[in-house]
């Protein structure tokens, strides 16, 4: 391409090389050629967008990281998850929830955006969110079976009748309360009840 400087070319390049970065933008390259766009415009004579930055943090949990910080006017962060786990972390600005960041078991996530930057700080939290569902026990005198799974943060008991007959399953506190029960036929699983606080026990009979 030749551009004649008298017949407006310097304009032409500026739009042209723009176009070029956007391109690279738009295809992953983001954080190092945001800058570089930023720069570019600001030695041309256009104003900065670049306005807020924050440094990044790192959360550590049980098998997974989280990193994330401020760059070029937005909130973004990566999310890198080694366990068995859905790892959800939430986000608040300023007091109001914003995006939040999943990833999958042994998945990483790099979040683009979670939030515009203003003036505020962006407070992170992290916790497991989903996990498949798990033999927990199997107990072969009483003939039944226990599986357990987390469900949006909350873990869930079913229980398997494993008996060649029907009977009721149930669940019971600390003190051998029922809390809830199904009568199952032989082979027949329990719905998905909410694990109570604390202690806990199954129970299956005829």
């Not at 962006?122 to 033999?135: F, G, I, N, S, Y």
């Not at 987390?150 to 229980?159: A, N, P, Y």
């Not at 082979?187 to 009979?205: A, D, H, L, M, V």
Request: aromatic share 12%; glycine share 8%.
């Amino acid at each position: 391409m030749i551009l004649d400087i008298r017949s407006g070319g310097a304009l032409v390049m500026y739009k042209y090389i723009s176009l070029i970065v956007l391109s690279l933008l738009l295809s992953g390259c983001g954080d190092l050629f945001l800058r570089s766009l930023d720069e570019f415009n600001a030695g041309m004579g256009g104003q900065r967008t670049c306005q807020y930055e924050a440094d990044y943090q790192t959360i550590y949990g049980e098998g997974y990281t989280y990193e994330f910080g401020g760059y070029c006017n937005q909130w973004l962060g990566t999310l890198k998850n080694n366990s068995e786990f859905t790892i959800k972390c939430s986000h608040t600005l300023d007091g109001r929830p914003v995006n939040s960041v999943f990833a999958g078991p042994r998945q990483t996530v790099d979040e683009k955006f979670i939030a515009q930057m203003n003036n505020g700080y962006l407070k992170a939290t992290c916790r497991a969110w989903e996990r498949a569902a798990k033999l927990q026990n199997r107990y072969s005198e009483t003939r039944y079976s226990v599986y357990s799974k987390l469900s949006s943060g909350t873990w869930k008991v079913s229980i398997q009748n494993n008996a060649n007959f029907t009977r009721k399953c149930r669940l019971l506190d600390k003190n051998n309360r029922v809390i809830v029960e199904e009568a199952l036929s032989s082979g027949q699983s329990s719905s998905w009840w909410k694990e109570p606080n604390g202690t806990f026990y199954t129970q299956c009979i005829s």
